[in-house]
């Protein structure tokens, strides 16, 4: 770019200038190096317009932790007297001390109050600014960066600086030392279908014809398919749930996310009048629609078939809510692996998340998330709030922990306090990540024999679900064991359930006695490390100081779906999540009945009392050219505490307050 004489002498005199830190100034943050991966490019030009955006410091995040704590323990007084979300917004936002500081620093510095932006949520201030008045403001200086492997530009600096006295006031600025993980490719409009990867739900989906017959009522074939009978049967749910007047309650659907993969209702039709005919030919999902997704793009992967078809003969007469998300531009560029998830998706829930900070991490990330409106696609403007969420979410889609930034992960806590559960599929590549995903060929870490935990299960305010099978031969009576198939899916990837420990999060303290008594008793004798900085270290291959997953499990193979208009057999711990999900919805519907609140983050009441669900003792987690971990006696991270035993549960759940 030619700069006028005048903006280049001003640069300059910047740079200049930057250089020498008043005494009255800190660093605030300092990058530790940068990656080898990027590359120092030419100096930002000075009279380039960035987006400034300054987090300020939340109150409360700490604190955010035990309050869930405190209303999701069953002995606590608070137990369900969940926050609404005014409330929750409240308890985040940063105190007045705070946002008049940093204002006052930026209006004295010459930045015109009219310029600067307070989000609703109070969470973070921003304004536009050159780059010039930028690297005056903060005492730095401000380069291009470009990513060896995509050659993905981005900007930052290696150093920023502020008044001493505000410090305490400010989480993080941005633009700032933050450089991504490897990003999206960049878009080529003109590339061939197929130089993409497509965005694709965690499913080993199976093409496997499966005899038309027997129909629901005959047990005698759940070790080949697993037919809404089978659950039934497996998990003592009662058919018909019974209803006051007959009728479910009206502010208890369950919530589905789908993102690039679409239900056909033709199949679920199809799908009633084979297995479940008591659902009405027509029945359908409520759709809760985000930021213009449609409802038939290209990409029938039988995610949504599958999720739907296990969900509804377990909940309905109660509602589905389809929480489809992202327009078609974005499902069809995404990219696996290095695009984020579940933001817009977090954003229409609770309108909050489009401003809210979080370990460093405001709003949507600009590098990551789709952007609205999209020229390519949805022309509206990001929807925030827009739906009030289900008690219930269950989303059976994910990445690897290493593929996203840690600061992009932390978001889940709010739904938590607000009473909702989400469940997520535990993942199907066992304590591996996806073969063929980056960093490395075998979907595992480091020289490929670390294993690689998913994003966003070992978050820990999720319940993951991992998946179990009935064995040839035996029946829904017999026990069932952890889900391995080295054959794999028509994908060609082995699949078994998706469990292990986080390197992000600790292991938090209501699993903490569950995941000690596995690590001493039961743990394979494979070399570890302790703690997310030491991943890998002498030898180490998992970390024992991690968050461990899954938390339950449900049945995951051998399934009968109608998906494109045939009987098939499909599987994947896909399936185990909307399973678990339908019947923790209906527990909920009880206990709303019995004038109780909803169970809210399940965890907590699960390793307190893991009497009521069904154990699972044997099998296995292979990945990492490793047996992966063993299922035991307790909780283990291939299929958690267990199985659901609905009866139990609903009992335990009545109970408490
Ligand atoms: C289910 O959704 C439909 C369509 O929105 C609505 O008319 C019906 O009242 C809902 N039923 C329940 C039980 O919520
Ligand atoms: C933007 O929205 C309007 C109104 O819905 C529509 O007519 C128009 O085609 C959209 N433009 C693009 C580029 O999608
Ligand atoms: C199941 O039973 C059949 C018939 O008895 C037998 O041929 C087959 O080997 C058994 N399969 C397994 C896995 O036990």
Not at 276 to 293: L, Q, Y
Not at 383 to 388: E, F, I, P, R, T
Not at 624 to 636: A, K, N, R
Request: glycine residues 10%.
């Amino acid at each position: 770019m030619i700069l006028p004489a005048f903006l280049q002498f001003l640069a300059l005199a910047v740079s200049v200038r930057s250089a020498a830190v008043p005494s009255t100034h800190v660093v605030h943050e300092k990058r530790d190096g940068l990656t080898s991966h990027w590359e120092k490019r030419e100096p930002v030009p000075a009279n380039a317009l960035l987006p400034m955006r300054i987090g300020l410091k939340q109150r409360n995040l700490e604190l955010g932790h035990d309050l869930l704590m405190e209303i999701s323990h069953p002995d606590s007084e608070k137990y369900a007297k969940h926050y609404t979300s005014e409330e929750v917004i409240e308890l985040f936002a940063p105190h007045e001390d705070t946002v008049n500081a940093v204002r006052d620093w930026l209006i004295d510095f010459g930045i015109e109050p009219k310029r600067i932006t307070h989000s609703d949520n109070k969470g973070w201030l921003a304004f536009d600014a050159t780059a010039e008045d930028a690297e005056n403001l903060l005492k730095t200086k401000y380069h291009l960066y470009e990513h060896a492997g995509t050659g993905h530009q981005n900007l930052g600096c290696e150093s920023y600086h502020v008044p001493a006295h505000i410090q305490e006031h400010i989480d993080y600025i941005t633009p700032g030392i933050k450089l991504l993980a490897p990003t999206k490719a960049k878009r080529d409009t003109n590339a061939k279908r197929g130089t993409l990867i497509q965005p694709s739900p965690l499913q080993p989906f199976k093409k496997v014809r499966p005899p038309t017959k027997p129909l629901p009522s005959d047990l005698a074939t759940c070790d080949q398919f697993i037919t809404p009978a089978c659950i039934r049967a497996l998990y003592n749910i009662p058919e018909i749930p019974e209803y006051p007047g007959g009728q479910p309650r009206t502010d208890n659907s369950l919530g589905i996310f789908e993102e690039g993969d679409f239900y056909n209702g033709g199949d679920l039709d199809q799908f009633f009048q084979t297995y479940e005919t008591r659902i009405p030919v027509g029945t359908r999902p409520v759709s809760a629609f985000i930021d213009g997704a449609v409802s038939d793009g290209n990409g029938f992967g039988g995610e949504s078939d599958l999720d739907f078809e296990l969900a509804y003969p377990i909940v309905y007469p109660q509602n589905i809510t389809l929480y489809q998300t992202d327009d078609s531009y974005w499902a069809n560029n995404f990219v696996f692996g290095s695009s984020g998830l579940f933001n817009t998706f977090l954003d229409a829930l609770d309108g909050s998340y489009c401003t809210y900070s979080a370990f460093g991490e405001t709003g949507d990330d600009p590098n990551l998330d789709p952007k609205y409106p999209d020229p390519n696609g949805y022309n509206g403007t990001l929807q925030c709030g827009v739906y009030k969420p289900t008690n219930v979410i269950s989303i059976s889609y994910g990445f690897q922990e290493s593929d996203l930034p840690y600061y992009y992960q932390q978001r889940f806590l709010k739904l938590g306090l607000q009473g909702v559960s989400v469940f997520l599929a535990s993942g199907d590549n066992g304590v591996s990540g996806r073969p063929y995903l980056p960093p490395v060929g075998n979907g595992c870490l480091g020289d490929g024999t670390i294993f690689s935990p998913n994003f966003p299960n070992t978050c820990p305010y999720l319940t993951n679900v991992g998946a179990t099978k009935v064995n040839k031969n035996q029946t829904v009576y017999d026990p069932e064991t952890a889900v391995v198939d080295l054959e794999g899916g028509t994908w060609g990837n082995p699949f078994s359930s998706g469990g292990g420990f986080s390197n992000i999060y600790p292991t938090p303290d209501y699993q903490r006695d569950a995941v000690s008594q596995y690590l001493q008793n039961h743990a394979p004798d494979y070399p570890y490390y302790y703690g997310s900085q030491n991943i890998g270290k002498n030898g180490g291959i998992y970390n024992r100081l991690g968050r461990g997953f899954p938390d339950v499990a449900a049945n995951g193979d051998n399934i009968a779906v109608i998906f494109d208009g045939f009987a098939q057999i499909s599987g994947g711990t896909s399936a185990s999540s909307p399973i678990f999900a339908s019947i923790v919805n209906r527990i909920n519907e009880a206990r709303l009945n019995a004038g109780k609140r909803t169970v809210g983050f399940i965890n907590p009441a699960l390793y307190a009392n893991p009497h009521v669900l069904n154990d699972i003792t044997v099998g296995r987690n292979p990945g990492c050219d490793t047996y992966g971990f063993l299922c035991s006696q307790g909780w283990d991270p291939v299929t958690g505490l267990g199985t659901p035993n609905y009866p139990k549960m609903l009992n335990y759940f009545l109970e408490l307050p």
